[in-house]
Protein backbone atom coordinates (compact mmCIF):
# COMPACT_ATOMS: atom_id res chain seq x y z
CA UNK A 1 0.00 0.00 0.00
CA UNK A 2 1.11 3.65 -0.72
CA UNK A 3 0.66 6.70 0.95
CA UNK A 4 -1.81 8.50 -1.88
CA UNK A 5 -1.84 12.50 -2.77
CA UNK A 6 -4.65 13.88 -0.51
CA UNK A 7 -8.32 14.10 -2.02
CA UNK A 8 -8.51 17.37 -0.45
CA UNK A 9 -5.77 19.08 -2.07
CA UNK A 10 -7.26 17.86 -5.15
CA UNK A 11 -10.75 18.56 -4.38
CA UNK A 12 -9.19 22.67 -3.59
CA UNK A 13 -7.51 22.63 -7.13
CA UNK A 14 -10.54 21.36 -8.51
CA UNK A 15 -12.67 24.26 -6.75
CA UNK A 16 -9.94 26.80 -7.63
CA UNK A 17 -9.74 25.81 -11.40
CA UNK A 18 -14.07 26.09 -11.61
CA UNK A 19 -13.86 29.12 -9.53
CA UNK A 20 -11.53 30.71 -11.63
CA UNK A 21 -14.05 29.58 -14.85
CA UNK A 22 -17.12 31.15 -12.98
CA UNK A 23 -15.17 34.67 -12.25
CA UNK A 24 -14.18 34.97 -15.72
CA UNK A 25 -17.66 33.48 -16.63
CA UNK A 26 -19.15 36.51 -14.50
CA UNK A 27 -16.79 39.31 -15.90
CA UNK A 28 -17.63 38.54 -19.13
CA UNK A 29 -20.97 38.94 -18.35
CA UNK A 30 -20.85 41.88 -16.64
CA UNK A 31 -18.73 43.13 -19.66
CA UNK A 32 -21.02 42.47 -22.44
CA UNK A 33 -23.82 44.63 -19.88
CA UNK A 34 -21.47 47.00 -20.02
CA UNK A 35 -20.62 47.08 -23.61
CA UNK A 36 -24.74 46.86 -24.14
CA UNK A 37 -25.20 50.14 -21.95
CA UNK A 38 -22.65 51.74 -24.13
CA UNK A 39 -24.40 50.82 -27.22
CA UNK A 40 -28.34 52.48 -25.74
CA UNK A 41 -25.53 55.69 -24.40
CA UNK A 42 -24.14 56.15 -27.87
CA UNK A 43 -27.46 55.71 -29.33
CA UNK A 44 -28.79 57.86 -26.90
CA UNK A 45 -26.04 60.67 -27.59
CA UNK A 46 -26.39 60.50 -31.43
CA UNK A 47 -29.85 61.53 -30.99
CA UNK A 48 -28.85 64.72 -28.67
CA UNK A 49 -26.55 65.38 -30.88
CA UNK A 50 -29.34 65.55 -33.80
CA UNK A 51 -31.69 67.49 -31.63
CA UNK A 52 -28.19 70.29 -30.36
CA UNK A 53 -27.80 73.99 -31.95
CA UNK A 54 -24.42 73.80 -34.19
CA UNK A 55 -22.63 75.73 -31.06
CA UNK A 56 -23.33 72.64 -28.90
CA UNK A 57 -22.92 69.68 -31.22
CA UNK A 58 -18.34 69.69 -31.05
CA UNK A 59 -18.40 69.04 -27.12
CA UNK A 60 -21.06 66.19 -27.80
CA UNK A 61 -19.28 64.75 -30.49
CA UNK A 62 -15.83 64.76 -28.06
CA UNK A 63 -18.57 62.68 -25.67
CA UNK A 64 -19.31 60.31 -28.56
CA UNK A 65 -15.86 59.56 -29.26
CA UNK A 66 -15.21 59.14 -25.99
CA UNK A 67 -17.68 56.73 -25.21
CA UNK A 68 -16.54 54.94 -28.66
CA UNK A 69 -13.19 54.43 -27.28
CA UNK A 70 -14.32 53.31 -24.13
CA UNK A 71 -16.43 50.41 -26.33
CA UNK A 72 -13.18 49.50 -28.08
CA UNK A 73 -11.30 48.55 -24.75
CA UNK A 74 -14.48 47.03 -23.25
CA UNK A 75 -14.43 44.87 -26.36
CA UNK A 76 -10.52 43.98 -25.42
CA UNK A 77 -11.32 43.35 -21.82
CA UNK A 78 -14.38 40.50 -23.39
CA UNK A 79 -11.42 39.44 -25.57
CA UNK A 80 -8.81 38.72 -23.00
CA UNK A 81 -11.54 37.17 -20.74
CA UNK A 82 -12.14 34.62 -23.37
CA UNK A 83 -8.49 34.17 -23.82
CA UNK A 84 -8.28 33.97 -20.10
CA UNK A 85 -11.16 31.23 -19.64
CA UNK A 86 -9.99 29.17 -22.88
CA UNK A 87 -6.07 28.85 -20.57
CA UNK A 88 -7.56 27.85 -17.91
CA UNK A 89 -9.30 25.15 -19.41
CA UNK A 90 -6.64 24.17 -21.16
CA UNK A 91 -4.38 24.24 -17.92
CA UNK A 92 -7.36 22.20 -15.77
CA UNK A 93 -7.05 19.71 -18.80
CA UNK A 94 -3.19 19.32 -18.49
CA UNK A 95 -3.59 19.04 -15.07
CA UNK A 96 -6.12 15.96 -15.07
CA UNK A 97 -3.62 14.59 -17.34
CA UNK A 98 -0.85 14.54 -15.63
CA UNK A 99 -3.18 13.69 -12.60
CA UNK A 100 -3.77 10.29 -14.38
CA UNK A 101 -0.31 9.97 -15.73
CA UNK A 102 1.03 10.34 -11.82
CA UNK A 103 -1.75 7.80 -10.97
CA UNK A 104 -0.89 5.08 -13.39
CA UNK A 105 2.53 5.39 -12.64
CA UNK A 106 2.31 4.96 -8.99
CA UNK A 107 0.28 2.11 -9.81
CA UNK A 108 2.37 0.69 -11.77
CA UNK A 109 5.64 0.94 -9.24
CA UNK A 110 2.94 -0.46 -6.38
CA UNK A 111 2.20 -3.28 -8.58
CA UNK A 112 6.39 -4.15 -9.32
CA UNK A 113 6.72 -3.71 -5.60
CA UNK A 114 4.13 -5.89 -4.27
CA UNK A 115 5.45 -8.18 -6.77
CA UNK A 116 8.72 -8.66 -5.81
CA UNK A 117 9.36 -11.38 -2.88
CA UNK A 118 10.55 -9.27 -0.70
CA UNK A 119 9.42 -6.12 1.71
CA UNK A 120 9.99 -2.96 1.03
CA UNK A 121 9.26 -0.26 3.67
CA UNK A 122 9.54 3.59 3.56
CA UNK A 123 9.79 6.11 6.22
CA UNK A 124 10.53 9.72 6.43
CA UNK A 125 12.81 11.22 8.14
CA UNK A 126 11.53 10.52 11.66
CA UNK A 127 10.38 6.94 11.01
CA UNK A 128 7.07 7.42 10.25
CA UNK A 129 5.85 4.88 7.64
CA UNK A 130 5.37 6.31 4.64
CA UNK A 131 4.19 3.46 2.22
CA UNK A 132 4.64 -0.65 2.59
CA UNK A 133 4.34 -3.22 -0.08
CA UNK A 134 1.96 -6.22 -0.02
CA UNK A 135 5.15 -8.77 1.06
CA UNK A 136 5.50 -6.40 3.76
CA UNK A 137 2.22 -6.70 4.96
CA UNK A 138 2.59 -10.53 4.87
CA UNK A 139 5.71 -10.94 6.26
CA UNK A 140 5.03 -8.51 9.38
CA UNK A 141 1.79 -8.99 10.48
CA UNK A 142 1.20 -5.22 11.80
CA UNK A 143 -2.19 -5.10 14.21
CA UNK A 144 -3.56 -2.12 12.46
CA UNK A 145 -3.04 0.10 9.31
CA UNK A 146 0.90 1.24 8.88
CA UNK A 147 0.97 4.04 6.88
CA UNK A 148 0.99 7.00 9.81
CA UNK A 149 2.37 4.68 12.21
CA UNK A 150 6.17 5.02 13.20
CA UNK A 151 8.62 1.93 12.98
CA UNK A 152 8.80 1.43 16.79
CA UNK A 153 5.48 0.55 17.02
CA UNK A 154 4.71 -1.14 13.72
CA UNK A 155 5.89 -4.36 14.25
CA UNK A 156 7.74 -5.15 17.75
CA UNK A 157 8.84 -8.38 17.17
CA UNK A 158 10.84 -6.90 14.65
CA UNK A 159 13.57 -3.98 15.87
CA UNK A 160 13.49 -2.01 13.10
CA UNK A 161 13.29 1.56 14.66
CA UNK A 162 17.25 0.45 15.82
CA UNK A 163 17.77 -1.19 12.26
CA UNK A 164 17.03 2.22 11.28
CA UNK A 165 18.76 4.49 13.85
CA UNK A 166 21.93 2.16 13.06
CA UNK A 167 21.85 3.43 9.66
CA UNK A 168 22.15 7.02 10.89
CA UNK A 169 24.72 6.59 12.89
CA UNK A 170 27.03 4.71 10.21
CA UNK A 171 27.01 8.02 8.06
CA UNK A 172 26.72 7.22 4.67
CA UNK A 173 26.69 3.87 2.73
CA UNK A 174 24.60 0.72 3.36
CA UNK A 175 23.72 -0.97 6.15
CA UNK A 176 22.76 -4.82 6.36
CA UNK A 177 21.94 -7.20 9.17
CA UNK A 178 19.78 -10.19 9.76
CA UNK A 179 17.18 -10.90 12.83
CA UNK A 180 15.95 -13.64 14.23
CA UNK A 181 12.62 -13.57 14.77
CA UNK A 182 8.79 -15.43 15.67
CA UNK A 183 6.30 -14.71 13.43
CA UNK A 184 2.51 -16.13 13.86
CA UNK A 185 4.87 -18.92 15.47
CA UNK A 186 7.59 -19.58 12.91
CA UNK A 187 11.02 -19.01 13.33
CA UNK A 188 12.10 -16.67 11.00
CA UNK A 189 15.50 -15.44 9.88
CA UNK A 190 15.18 -11.47 8.03
CA UNK A 191 17.88 -10.33 5.95
CA UNK A 192 17.50 -6.33 5.92
CA UNK A 193 18.68 -3.46 4.14
CA UNK A 194 18.30 0.04 4.65
CA UNK A 195 19.46 2.96 2.27
CA UNK A 196 18.30 6.25 2.46
CA UNK A 197 15.55 8.02 0.43
CA UNK A 198 15.97 11.06 -1.86
CA UNK A 199 14.42 13.67 -3.31
CA UNK A 200 14.55 14.96 -6.98
CA UNK A 201 16.93 17.39 -5.38
CA UNK A 202 19.35 14.85 -3.34
CA UNK A 203 18.37 15.82 -0.26
CA UNK A 204 17.61 13.22 1.99
CA UNK A 205 13.92 13.05 3.34
CA UNK A 206 13.69 9.37 4.82
CA UNK A 207 14.69 5.53 4.44
CA UNK A 208 13.95 2.46 2.54
CA UNK A 209 13.94 -0.37 4.35
CA UNK A 210 14.08 -3.81 2.62
CA UNK A 211 13.74 -7.47 3.99
CA UNK A 212 13.59 -10.17 2.65
CA UNK A 213 13.20 -14.29 4.72
CA UNK A 214 16.04 -15.84 4.37
CA UNK A 215 15.45 -19.35 7.26
CA UNK A 216 14.96 -21.62 3.84
CA UNK A 217 17.91 -20.94 2.61
CA UNK A 218 20.06 -20.88 5.97
CA UNK A 219 18.99 -24.42 6.31
CA UNK A 220 19.80 -25.07 3.01
CA UNK A 221 23.65 -24.07 3.62
CA UNK A 222 23.44 -25.36 6.94
CA UNK A 223 22.05 -29.31 5.24
CA UNK A 224 24.81 -28.41 2.82
CA UNK A 225 27.70 -28.01 5.52
CA UNK A 226 26.27 -31.20 7.33
CA UNK A 227 26.32 -33.19 3.68
CA UNK A 228 29.94 -31.56 3.19
CA UNK A 229 30.93 -32.82 6.50
CA UNK A 230 29.49 -36.79 5.67
CA UNK A 231 31.19 -36.77 2.33
CA UNK A 232 34.23 -36.27 4.20
CA UNK A 233 33.36 -38.78 6.90
CA UNK A 234 32.36 -41.38 4.57
CA UNK A 235 35.75 -41.42 2.45
CA UNK A 236 37.56 -41.96 6.14
CA UNK A 237 35.79 -44.51 6.83
CA UNK A 238 36.16 -46.75 4.05
CA UNK A 239 39.54 -46.02 4.45
CA UNK A 240 39.87 -46.71 8.51
CA UNK A 241 37.53 -49.72 7.90
CA UNK A 242 39.99 -51.30 5.49
CA UNK A 243 43.42 -50.49 6.84
CA UNK A 244 42.40 -51.50 10.05
CA UNK A 245 40.00 -54.34 10.36
CA UNK A 246 42.34 -56.81 8.35
CA UNK A 247 44.97 -55.61 11.16
CA UNK A 248 42.64 -56.36 13.83
CA UNK A 249 41.61 -59.35 12.15
CA UNK A 250 45.02 -60.68 12.91
CA UNK A 251 45.63 -59.48 15.54
CA UNK A 252 42.77 -61.10 17.20
CA UNK A 253 43.75 -64.67 15.86
CA UNK A 254 47.40 -64.51 17.18
CA UNK A 255 46.10 -63.64 20.61
CA UNK A 256 44.16 -66.60 20.41
CA UNK A 257 47.00 -68.43 19.37
CA UNK A 258 48.87 -67.49 22.39
CA UNK A 259 46.44 -68.21 24.54
CA UNK A 260 46.40 -71.66 23.12
CA UNK A 261 50.08 -71.56 23.62
CA UNK A 262 50.35 -70.91 27.06
CA UNK A 263 47.42 -73.04 28.14
CA UNK A 264 48.53 -75.10 30.96
CA UNK A 265 52.15 -74.04 30.32
CA UNK A 266 52.80 -71.82 33.82
CA UNK A 267 50.31 -69.45 33.03
CA UNK A 268 50.23 -66.84 35.51
CA UNK A 269 47.07 -64.17 36.65
CA UNK A 270 48.72 -61.42 35.45
CA UNK A 271 49.30 -62.88 31.75
CA UNK A 272 45.90 -63.82 31.69
CA UNK A 273 44.96 -60.31 32.58
CA UNK A 274 47.30 -58.90 29.84
CA UNK A 275 45.55 -61.20 27.29
CA UNK A 276 42.04 -60.74 28.50
CA UNK A 277 42.86 -56.71 28.36
CA UNK A 278 43.99 -57.11 25.15
CA UNK A 279 40.92 -59.54 23.94
CA UNK A 280 38.36 -56.89 25.04
CA UNK A 281 40.28 -53.61 23.61
CA UNK A 282 40.28 -55.35 20.22
CA UNK A 283 36.58 -56.47 20.30
CA UNK A 284 35.79 -52.54 21.22
CA UNK A 285 37.77 -51.45 18.41
CA UNK A 286 36.28 -53.65 16.09
CA UNK A 287 32.64 -52.31 17.61
CA UNK A 288 34.19 -48.85 17.35
CA UNK A 289 34.68 -49.85 13.31
CA UNK A 290 31.31 -50.96 12.67
CA UNK A 291 29.98 -48.27 13.96
CA UNK A 292 31.85 -45.87 12.15
CA UNK A 293 30.79 -48.09 9.18
CA UNK A 294 27.45 -47.46 9.69
CA UNK A 295 27.21 -44.31 9.85
CA UNK A 296 28.87 -43.83 6.71
CA UNK A 297 27.46 -46.38 5.34
CA UNK A 298 24.86 -45.30 1.87
CA UNK A 299 22.41 -48.21 2.67
CA UNK A 300 19.14 -47.99 1.01
CA UNK A 301 15.76 -47.45 3.04
CA UNK A 302 13.37 -50.73 2.97
CA UNK A 303 10.52 -48.20 2.53
CA UNK A 304 7.02 -49.13 3.54
CA UNK A 305 3.36 -47.36 4.59
CA UNK A 306 3.69 -46.80 8.27
CA UNK A 307 0.93 -46.07 11.26
CA UNK A 308 3.30 -42.65 12.50
CA UNK A 309 0.64 -42.27 15.52
CA UNK A 310 1.38 -46.51 16.77
CA UNK A 311 4.92 -45.94 15.71
CA UNK A 312 5.04 -43.06 18.10
CA UNK A 313 3.18 -44.57 20.91
CA UNK A 314 5.47 -48.05 20.58
CA UNK A 315 8.41 -45.76 21.28
CA UNK A 316 6.96 -44.30 24.32
CA UNK A 317 6.05 -47.25 25.89
CA UNK A 318 9.81 -48.45 25.46
CA UNK A 319 10.86 -45.55 27.66
CA UNK A 320 7.97 -45.08 29.78
CA UNK A 321 9.84 -47.04 33.18
CA UNK A 322 12.79 -45.30 32.90
CA UNK A 323 10.91 -42.15 32.12
CA UNK A 324 8.57 -42.86 35.84
CA UNK A 325 12.05 -43.47 37.87
CA UNK A 326 12.92 -40.24 36.95
CA UNK A 327 9.91 -38.95 37.53
CA UNK A 328 9.42 -37.23 34.24
CA UNK A 329 5.66 -37.12 32.90
CA UNK A 330 5.36 -38.42 29.23
CA UNK A 331 2.88 -36.82 27.30
CA UNK A 332 1.60 -37.84 23.40
CA UNK A 333 -0.32 -35.44 21.97
CA UNK A 334 -1.45 -36.33 18.25
CA UNK A 335 -4.21 -35.02 16.03
CA UNK A 336 -7.93 -36.85 17.01
CA UNK A 337 -8.05 -37.74 12.89
CA UNK A 338 -5.53 -40.16 12.06
CA UNK A 339 -2.28 -39.29 11.21
CA UNK A 340 -1.78 -40.07 7.06
CA UNK A 341 0.68 -43.68 6.51
CA UNK A 342 4.22 -42.23 5.62
CA UNK A 343 6.57 -44.16 3.00
CA UNK A 344 9.42 -44.36 5.40
CA UNK A 345 11.85 -47.27 7.18
CA UNK A 346 10.19 -47.51 10.39
CA UNK A 347 13.42 -49.63 11.57
CA UNK A 348 15.41 -46.47 11.01
CA UNK A 349 12.58 -44.12 12.09
CA UNK A 350 12.47 -45.88 15.27
CA UNK A 351 16.13 -45.35 16.32
CA UNK A 352 16.03 -41.83 15.61
CA UNK A 353 12.46 -41.42 17.86
CA UNK A 354 14.01 -43.54 20.45
CA UNK A 355 17.65 -41.85 20.37
CA UNK A 356 15.87 -38.42 20.74
CA UNK A 357 13.77 -39.66 23.76
CA UNK A 358 16.55 -40.67 25.68
CA UNK A 359 18.41 -37.78 25.08
CA UNK A 360 15.08 -36.08 26.18
CA UNK A 361 15.26 -38.11 29.91
CA UNK A 362 19.10 -37.90 30.43
CA UNK A 363 18.57 -34.03 30.31
CA UNK A 364 15.81 -33.99 32.76
CA UNK A 365 17.56 -36.37 35.73
CA UNK A 366 15.61 -34.75 38.79
CA UNK A 367 12.18 -34.52 36.37
CA UNK A 368 10.36 -32.60 34.13
CA UNK A 369 7.71 -32.70 31.61
CA UNK A 370 7.93 -35.00 28.13
CA UNK A 371 5.98 -34.60 25.24
CA UNK A 372 5.77 -35.97 21.83
CA UNK A 373 3.72 -34.06 19.40
CA UNK A 374 2.66 -35.12 16.19
CA UNK A 375 1.33 -32.35 13.76
CA UNK A 376 0.04 -33.42 10.30
CA UNK A 377 0.08 -30.65 7.20
CA UNK A 378 -1.21 -32.83 4.87
CA UNK A 379 -2.57 -30.73 1.85
CA UNK A 380 -1.01 -27.85 3.39
CA UNK A 381 -0.79 -24.62 1.16
CA UNK A 382 2.89 -24.65 2.30
CA UNK A 383 4.05 -28.29 2.54
CA UNK A 384 2.77 -31.32 2.67
CA UNK A 385 4.51 -32.80 5.65
CA UNK A 386 3.80 -34.48 8.93
CA UNK A 387 5.79 -32.88 11.70
CA UNK A 388 7.31 -34.99 15.13
CA UNK A 389 8.15 -32.77 18.09
CA UNK A 390 10.17 -33.92 20.88
CA UNK A 391 10.09 -31.51 23.77
CA UNK A 392 11.42 -31.62 27.31
CA UNK A 393 11.73 -29.20 30.03
CA UNK A 394 15.40 -29.62 31.09
CA UNK A 395 18.29 -26.93 30.77
CA UNK A 396 18.38 -26.43 27.22
CA UNK A 397 21.79 -26.61 25.19
CA UNK A 398 23.87 -23.45 25.54
CA UNK A 399 24.43 -21.25 22.18
CA UNK A 400 27.39 -21.85 21.86
CA UNK A 401 27.15 -25.83 21.22
CA UNK A 402 23.92 -25.24 19.51
CA UNK A 403 26.29 -25.34 15.83
CA UNK A 404 28.14 -28.57 17.07
CA UNK A 405 25.34 -30.80 18.22
CA UNK A 406 24.90 -32.75 14.49
CA UNK A 407 28.70 -32.93 14.37
CA UNK A 408 29.88 -36.41 14.58
CA UNK A 409 31.81 -37.77 17.32
CA UNK A 410 30.57 -34.31 19.38
CA UNK A 411 29.31 -35.40 22.70
CA UNK A 412 28.40 -33.46 26.29
CA UNK A 413 28.32 -36.81 27.71
CA UNK A 414 30.34 -38.72 30.37
CA UNK A 415 29.76 -41.71 27.93
CA UNK A 416 28.84 -42.91 24.55
CA UNK A 417 30.31 -42.00 20.90
CA UNK A 418 28.72 -38.68 20.05
CA UNK A 419 27.08 -39.94 16.98
CA UNK A 420 23.38 -40.34 17.87
CA UNK A 421 22.17 -37.14 16.99
CA UNK A 422 24.43 -37.12 13.46
CA UNK A 423 22.71 -40.62 12.81
CA UNK A 424 19.22 -38.96 13.40
CA UNK A 425 19.93 -36.67 11.42
CA UNK A 426 21.36 -38.77 8.06
CA UNK A 427 18.39 -40.86 8.62
CA UNK A 428 16.04 -38.08 8.28
CA UNK A 429 17.92 -36.68 5.55
CA UNK A 430 17.40 -40.13 4.11
CA UNK A 431 14.23 -39.86 3.84
CA UNK A 432 14.24 -36.03 2.11
CA UNK A 433 12.31 -34.78 5.83
CA UNK A 434 14.96 -32.20 7.87
CA UNK A 435 15.59 -32.37 11.92
CA UNK A 436 16.30 -29.06 13.50
CA UNK A 437 15.81 -27.94 17.05
CA UNK A 438 15.03 -24.96 19.23
CA UNK A 439 16.31 -24.98 22.63
CA UNK A 440 16.09 -22.22 25.34
CA UNK A 441 16.10 -22.00 29.23
CA UNK A 442 12.85 -23.52 29.73
CA UNK A 443 13.88 -26.85 27.39
CA UNK A 444 14.39 -27.87 23.88
CA UNK A 445 12.73 -28.48 21.45
CA UNK A 446 13.53 -31.41 18.39
CA UNK A 447 11.48 -31.18 15.38
CA UNK A 448 11.50 -33.96 12.62
CA UNK A 449 9.55 -32.94 9.47
CA UNK A 450 8.86 -35.86 6.72
CA UNK A 451 7.40 -35.34 3.44
CA UNK A 452 3.99 -37.21 2.52
CA UNK A 453 4.28 -38.57 -0.94
CA UNK A 454 5.19 -41.61 -2.95
CA UNK A 455 8.42 -44.05 -2.46
CA UNK A 456 11.75 -41.93 -3.38
CA UNK A 457 15.25 -42.95 -4.20
CA UNK A 458 17.53 -41.98 -1.51
CA UNK A 459 21.00 -41.35 -2.56
CA UNK A 460 23.02 -39.85 0.26
Known amino acids: MFRARSEENEKMYRLAVIGLLLGSAAALAITIWVMVDFLREQQIVEDLIGQLPSDGRESAQVLAGELRWQFRLTILVVLNLVVTGIAVVLLSRAYRSSLRSLRDLKALAGDILSSIDQAVITTDSDGRVTSMNR ?27 EFRQGREDREGGKQSDDFETTIRDDDLVLQGFCQTLCDIDDQEIGYVIQLRDVTDRIMIEERVRRMERYMGLGSLAAGLHHEIKNPLAALSLHVQLLEEQLDGKDETDDVRQMLRVIRSEVVRIGGVLEVFRDFASIDRLNLQPVDLKQLIHRQVDLIRPTAEKQRVVVEVRCPENDLPEVMLDPVRLEQVLLNLLMNALEAMPDGGHLSVQAIDNHGSTTSDTVKINVVDSGTGIPDELSEKVFDAYFTTKGSGNGLGLAFCDKIIRQHEGSLHFHSGSGGTTFEITLPIGSEFDNQE
Request: hydrophobic share 35%.
Open 135 to 161: RGLELLDPPSEPVGRSLRDLAPWVPLD
